[in-house]
């Protein structure tokens, strides 16, 4: 009897332990769930350019060069426009000339209100070898009606899955996110940012790209929307401005702001995030080079890039006889402390405290709290004789003033 009942009570710990576990299992499991229901994922291959009115310089020099330039095979797709608008301009060739001025030599159009010649494969014909895809301006939900869920919004994937870049402004910019900002027309004739219909092509997954965002007094219209859809991230693109996704990060490109609505607060002068207390409406801007990691819902600076391990020799080497640059009124020095190398700013008779730096690749370093950039230069004996500090890098061709986290 007593082995029975050691058996039963050895029993019941062994089911609650087991209950335990399942609970915490599947607690972890709602977790990472949540978490990854309200991360936004962008293209694993190709770019967007999602601009919020209007193209500057800079934003089509950008769209040009990722189409694959003179060999760029462009389709623009101006379904968002008014019957007037295409009957004004029935056969697009306004439309074309303005991007032949860009450089662009092969382009065609496509264009249908009927889903069932969306659907088709002689439609889609032109996107099968695209290189690049532009949405025009207009009303989102007319493009969104047309082609969502068609073979025309699939081999728009395909081409960012070739490695292509679809580019857009105003509609074209808010089509291109998961749910459609100022989709639907409400009775008195406005166009809010809760939309009917909601659902855009989601070449970025639990976003939503509003458009003529401070030109146009919308920066608060964004909170309206995330207290019925709290998952989503708020991007608001300003006219003459853009950004362009890559992977899962952007960079702001053009002459005003992107504002961010993500429940924190982020600064530049301190270069730190703050999480929001609950029903704070709260948002911040970014500016041209500011740069986005749009997963982790973060701000990318050079505090988050992962340097590389260097030895205490090799950290030396950098010293050498070099070890300040002067001007007129500061020294810039590099030091060893600690087997760390740090710089230094002696400016007059006030000393700061040494920062560090870190690699980033052979005579390449970079300051973590800020986007400084320390580049050694070095005789043809290879002594370094000097550095240059700058505000950016072009590193493998690439602008690296944000710089890119490597997977």
């Avoid at 990854?36 to 800079?58: K, V, Y």
């Avoid at 291109?176 to 989601?202: H, M, T």
């Avoid at 402390?337 to 040494?354: A, M, S, Y």
Wanted: glycine share 8%.
């Amino acid at each position: 009897m007593k082995i029975r009942k050691l058996t039963l009570k050895i029993f019941k710990i062994l089911s609650l332990f087991s209950l335990l576990i399942l609970i915490s299992s599947c607690h972890d499991k709602v977790i990472k769930s949540n978490k990854t229901r309200s991360q936004s994922i962008g293209p694993t291959n190709g770019a967007l350019l999602i601009g919020g009115g209007g193209i500057t310089d800079e934003m089509w020099q950008v769209f040009y060069d990722l189409a694959g330039g003179k060999s760029a095979k462009l389709v623009i797709i101006p379904t968002a426009f008014d019957e007037n608008s295409i009957n004004y301009d029935p056969e697009f060739k306004i439309l074309e000339r303005e991007f032949a001025a860009r450089g662009f030599d092969d382009i065609q159009f496509m264009h249908t209100r009927d889903t069932l010649v969306a659907d088709s494969d002689e439609f889609v014909k032109p996107l099968k070898t695209a290189t690049a895809v532009w949405l025009t301006g207009g009303r989102q939900w007319r493009t969104a009606d047309a082609y969502l869920n068609t073979k025309t919004h699939l081999e728009l994937k395909n081409v960012l899955k070739r490695g292509g870049i679809i580019g857009g402004h105003s509609a074209g910019a808010s089509i291109q996110g998961s749910y459609l900002a100022r989709g639907g027309r409400e009775l008195e004739g406005n166009y809010k940012i809760i939309s009917n219909p909601e659902v855009g092509f989601g070449f970025v997954t639990n976003t939503a790209f509003d458009q003529h965002h401070l030109d146009r007094n919308r920066q608060y219209d964004m909170f309206d929307l995330l207290k019925i859809r709290p998952e989503l991230l708020g991007i608001g693109i300003d006219e003459d401005t853009g950004i362009l996704v890559q992977g899962n990060e952007f960079q702001v490109i053009g002459e005003k702001y992107v504002s961010i609505y993500d429940n924190t607060f982020w600064s530049p002068y301190f270069n730190e995030i703050d999480t929001l207390e609950t029903g704070k409406n709260k948002f911040y801007v970014l500016k041209n080079g500011d740069k986005y990691n749009l997963k982790e819902r973060r701000v990318q600076r050079n505090k988050f890039l992962r340097p590389k391990n260097i030895t205490s020799n090799e950290q030396r080497e950098y010293l050498g006889n070099f070890l300040f640059e002067k001007s007129k009124v500061f020294w810039n020095n590099i030091i060893i402390e600690n087997d760390t190398l740090k710089f230094q700013i002696v400016r007059r008779n006030i000393i700061r405290d040494p920062i560090p730096i870190y690699p980033y690749e052979k005579d390449l370093f970079f300051d973590t709290d800020a986007e400084f950039w320390f580049h050694f230069k070095r005789d043809s004996l290879g002594k370094i004789i000097g550095f240059d500090k700058k505000t950016h890098k072009f590193i493998n061709g690439l602008n690296q003033k944000f710089n890119k986290i490597e997977e």
